[in-house]
């Protein structure tokens, strides 16, 4: 018995339930039992500028980021006992193709900023564990290595180049077909840059150089900086080919700032619609009319999310506008569900409202900064065990009965 299997064996409490249905946890679950504990430990374990990148939001009091996490809170769920054979499947089908469980490793920039090589240690999670991984193209790894590290799992996001006719995105959504990228999502909600002040007190500037200030910060990291030796410094490798190969990494962040700009409108979502085949999804809705108009045109997914808080600080929590996007998209689309989310009965709440799956972000970053390449894969073990157990404890066998439960949201808003 492993020293961590001994602790489990003299702490697990046994007084709150009959014989256990599942192993008793150990090892990392039994150190890092919430994702507030892998965020305390990420905030020790990596330079601060990095930790504030993830832990940031928009706005001098960042409350849109406590809100999604409050109005989660909030939403009460009434459990139904007595099912027969109970199993709790907790697979899910997204556009055809079935993943292990309805929850997607949200599409992030610059992983590698977080933890070097961050990128694949997520792409090589999600395959093993056969969830979505949303490659953004702001990340430092290409749509190519990560289809051949994740053949099963890989989406590709974009944001807006709209220069020649948007010919840098329409010249990416090329290369996910080519490669067999499993779905296309659009993001909408950065119509422009937003102010996160930790950014700004860091000087937060990619790709960063290890001056004065940041030496201070990289200087107690040793692991950090041995992976960084390792992988390199991270850029937009999706960029890489459209700004010059030979470029450095410093002109390829000019070129991106210079190409980017504006949220899709609707007529370039028709656009893309027309360009690829496959499940066309967009991103950041918080507007039922947005959905509906979303799904006029044929997308066949709408994530209602706000950017985790990121980019609006006076925007709704996202939560509280899921039922009213979900009644106006009906069965029509698939409505995603992201911002916010920090343990299985979350994802449970998101279900009960009417998401059929839903993303996280920060919870894979802070499992990567904590824990280095093996936290995406211990992310993705927590959510499994927590929305099983979520789905015991409410007496629901498999995702699509999540549904029917009875919810109390009290905040829900009304358009
Ligand atoms: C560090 C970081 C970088 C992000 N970069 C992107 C991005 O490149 N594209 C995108 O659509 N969303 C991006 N997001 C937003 C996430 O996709 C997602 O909407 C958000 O993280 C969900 O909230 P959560 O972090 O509370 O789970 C980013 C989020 C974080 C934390």
Same mark, same amino acid.
């Not at 500037?205 to 001056?211: A, D, E």
């Given at each position: 018995m492993s020293g961590d299997d001994k602790e489990a064996e003299s702490e !697990?409490?046994?007084?709150?339930?009959?014989?256990?249905?599942?192993?008793r946890p150990s090892g990392l679950a039994l150190r890092y039992p919430t994702i507030e504990d892998l965020r305390k430990r990420a905030r020790r374990r990596v330079p601060r500028f990095t930790f504030d990148y993830v832990d940031g939001a928009a706005g001098a009091g960042e409350t849109c980021k406590t809100r999604n996490a409050a109005a989660l809170d909030a939403v009460e769920l009434v459990p139904r006992y007595g099912v027969e054979n109970f199993t709790a499947d907790t697979e899910v089908e997204l556009f055809g193709r079935r993943y292990a469980a309805p929850v997607a490793i949200a599409p992030m920039g610059l992983p590698g900023l977080v933890w070097p090589g961050g990128e694949e240690a997520l792409a090589r999670a999600a395959q093993a564990a056969r969830i979505p991984f949303i490659l953004s193209?702001?990340?430092?790894? !290409?749509i190519e290595r990560v289809a051949e590290l994740a053949p099963d799992c890989t989406w590709f996001q974009l944001y807006r180049m709209p220069r020649n006719e948007l010919a840098i995105n329409f010249d990416l959504v090329r290369r996910a077909e080519a490669v067999g990228v499993q779905a296309l999502m659009l993001t909408l909600d950065v119509p422009a840059r937003t102010k996160r002040p930790r950014e700004l007190r860091n000087r937060l500037?990619?790709?960063?150089?290890?001056?004065l200030r940041t030496f201070a910060h990289v200087l107690p990291h040793p692991a950090w900086l041995l992976a960084l030796q390792r992988h390199g410094q991270t850029a937009f490798a999706n960029y890489q080919a459209y700004a010059g190969e030979k470029v450095s990494n410093r002109e390829v962040v000019k070129f991106v700032r210079e190409q980017s700009g504006g949220s899709f409108t609707w007529n370039e979502v028709a656009r893309f619609r027309d360009a690829w085949k496959g499940p066309l999804v967009v991103k950041g809705i918080l507007h039922p009319h947005d959905a509906e108009r979303a799904v006029e045109l044929g997308v066949d997914g709408v994530v209602v999310s706000n950017h985790g808080g990121r980019?609006?600080?006076?925007?709704?929590?996202?939560i509280d506008v899921l039922p009213a996007v979900a009644a106006a998209v009906g069965d029509r689309a698939t409505v995603l569900f992201d911002s916010g989310i920090r343990s299985g009965e979350d994802v449970v709440r998101a279900l009960a409202l009417g998401a059929k799956s839903t993303l996280s972000g920060r919870a894979f970053m802070y499992g990567l900064a904590a824990l280095g390449p093996r936290g995406p894969s211990h992310v993705a073990n927590f959510f499994f065990d927590e929305i099983a157990e979520a789905m015991r404890q409410v007496g629901?066998?498999?995702?699509?009965?999540?549904?029917d439960l009875v919810v109390r949201h009290s905040s829900a808003l009304a358009f």
């Open positions: !697990t409490n046994e007084t709150d339930g009959p014989a256990p249905i599942k192993p193209s702001a990340a430092g790894a !290409t500037i990619i790709p960063y150089t290890v001056g980019q609006l600080e006076s925007a709704p929590a996202s629901t066998r498999h995702c699509g009965e999540i549904r």
